[in-house]
């Protein structure tokens, strides 16, 4: 009975975990791979070509390592500005 008014909705308390958070597949509330034996990074969220871009899309790199900003859970604020680095 009070499993079945569980509530699955999607609690996010710190802001900088947030846009991840949103993006990972989830099951039941909780966070879950899209395929059994695969990463939750794959090739499809791998980094765009820079040819590819249209005018609304920014593509950001970690300028320490280049890491494309889709291939890593978070960027953070750097010298540069914010999220010029990766965690």
């Known amino acids: ?22 993006r990972m597949h989830r099951k039941n ?8 034996g695969s990463s939750s990074w794959d ?6 070509q820079d040819s590819n871009l249209s005018a609304e899309i920014v593509l950001r790199r970690c300028q320490h390592c280049g890491v494309c900003e889709n291939a890593t859970p978070a960027m953070r604020r750097g010298p540069a500005g914010p999220r010029t680095l990766c965690n």
């Open 29 to 36: 509330g909780q966070f879950a791979s899209l395929k059994e």
């Open 43 to 48: 090739s499809a969220q791998s980094c765009p």
């Open 1 to 22: 009975e009070k499993r079945k008014e569980r509530c699955f909705d999607k609690k996010i308390r710190y802001t900088v975990r947030k846009e991840v958070a949103q």
